[in-house]
């Protein structure tokens, strides 16, 4: 609850954590896709690609934000959340 109402923005020094942050989300999703690919299939393509054109491009989108001071780290965590949520009732969908 702490982190969706929390009103700052980002500091210099997180700004400095949040790239490697992302790094490491990327890194976490390239493992996924592949593991989707290699065990199943045409279906684990169709779920690595739903991933690239939803909750990549749109973390990306919100990350940029938080990063340019646009938004607070609390509208940046409901995003977040938000993001996920729609991504996995998309998942739910691929048959």
């Given at each position: 609850f702490a982190q969706i109402?929390?009103?700052?923005?980002?500091?210099?020094?997180q700004k400095i954590v949040l790239p490697k942050?992302?790094?490491?989300?990327?890194?976490?999703?390239k493992i996924y896709k592949e593991l989707q690919i290699k065990y199943y299939g045409d279906l684990g393509r169709r779920r690595s690609d739903l991933l690239n054109k939803t909750q990549v491009v749109q973390d990306e989108s919100n990350n940029l934000?938080?990063?340019n001071g646009?938004?607070?780290w609390g509208e940046y965590n409901k995003k977040r959340k938000a993001i996920s949520a729609?991504?996995?009732d998309k998942l739910k969908e691929i048959k």
């Amino acid at each position: 609850f702490a982190q969706i109402a929390d009103d700052t923005k980002i500091t210099k020094e997180q700004k400095i954590v949040l790239p490697k942050q992302r790094e490491s989300v990327a890194e976490t999703q390239k493992i996924y896709k592949e593991l989707q690919i290699k065990y199943y299939g045409d279906l684990g393509r169709r779920r690595s690609d739903l991933l690239n054109k939803t909750q990549v491009v749109q973390d990306e989108s919100n990350n940029l934000d938080l990063f340019n001071g646009k938004i607070t780290w609390g509208e940046y965590n409901k995003k977040r959340k938000a993001i996920s949520a729609e991504f996995g009732d998309k998942l739910k969908e691929i048959k």
